[in-house]
């Protein structure tokens, strides 16, 4: 673009944020936090776009936290508190100020979270979990949002059926149908 090399995957996260975009304020929102980040692209295009988000918390596990912490580290260096630094914390919370704070932070970390959060996002994983997984996530994210907290959700549309082993068994479904992802959250509004 321009005479200058950008990766597809960035071109879709930007896709995906103009997108929510469309229906959320990301300039109003101070803080936000993501569930299963991968290596940190969809942070780090939200970061470079809204400059209003300064407390970001991004959830993986390990080893894509190790690789999205030192992704996004890398563009902002001491802002990027990773799981050694946060390991030992029986509360993780952030300044009150607009200094810029990621937390990288693995799965069993969640529990210590002390903040108001103004933006929950997640793409893909959850429906790659089980429900039992996805209702503890979901508990824990409705505690920390704010009052007019925000909720994004994307997911690809295949969903594959139950399978038949060749012993003549079920086995689950390897995703988890998207439109039951409503249900769990209890959502208002749908788009």
Request: charged share 25%.
């Amino acid at each position: 673009i321009e005479g200058v090399n950008v990766s597809h995957h960035y071109i879709q996260m930007l896709w995906h944020l103009r997108n929510i975009s469309e229906h959320l304020e990301f300039n109003r929102n101070k803080t936000y936090f993501e569930i299963g980040g991968g290596f940190g692209s969809f942070v780090h295009c939200l970061l470079e776009n809204y400059n209003k988000v300064r407390k970001v918390i991004y959830l993986d596990i390990p080893p894509t936290l190790y690789i999205g912490t030192q992704y996004l580290r890398s563009f902002y260096g001491d802002a990027v508190k990773d799981y050694t630094e946060l390991c030992t914390k029986t509360k993780i919370s952030f300044k009150d100020d607009d200094s810029l704070e990621i937390f990288c932070i693995a799965s069993w970390q969640i529990e210590k979270l002390r903040c108001k959060i103004g933006l929950f996002h997640n793409a893909n994983s959850f429906i790659e979990m089980p429900k039992s997984i996805i209702e503890n996530y979901v508990k824990f994210v409705k505690r920390l949002m704010s009052e007019n907290g925000s909720i994004s959700l994307i997911s690809y549309e295949t969903v594959e059926p139950k399978a038949i082993t060749p012993w003549g068994t079920f086995k689950s479904a390897a995703t988890y149908d998207p439109t039951a992802l409503l249900k769990i959250f209890n959502f208002r509004k749908e788009y």
